[in-house]
């Protein structure tokens, strides 16, 4: 059972020395990301909306 733990844990520690390696690249891409689910969201969002009104079925 600790060769499981310590497995786990030093390929854990490993995940860390790589994610700390990249620096700011992961916050950035997530960042990025984000931003660009959001633009297309809400360029669906407008385009619901538009229906609806066009269609009378908006609340």
Same mark, same amino acid.
């Given at each position: 059972?600790?060769? &499981?733990?310590? $497995? *786990? ?5 490993? =995940?860390?020395? +790589?994610? !700390? $390696?990249?620096?700011?690249?992961? +916050? =950035?891409? *997530? !960042? &990025? +990301?984000?931003?660009?689910?959001? +633009? %297309? ?6 385009? %619901?909306?538009?229906? $609806?009104? !066009? !269609?009378? =079925?908006?609340?």
């Amino acid at each position: 059972m600790q060769e &499981i733990v310590f $497995a *786990i844990g030093h390929f854990l520690e490993w =995940t860390f020395k +790589v994610l !700390s $390696a990249m620096g700011w690249m992961p +916050v =950035t891409l *997530i !960042s &990025i +990301v984000l931003f660009l689910g959001m +633009v %297309y969201w809400l360029n669906l969002q407008g385009k %619901y909306n538009r229906r $609806a009104k !066009s !269609s009378g =079925t908006m609340a």
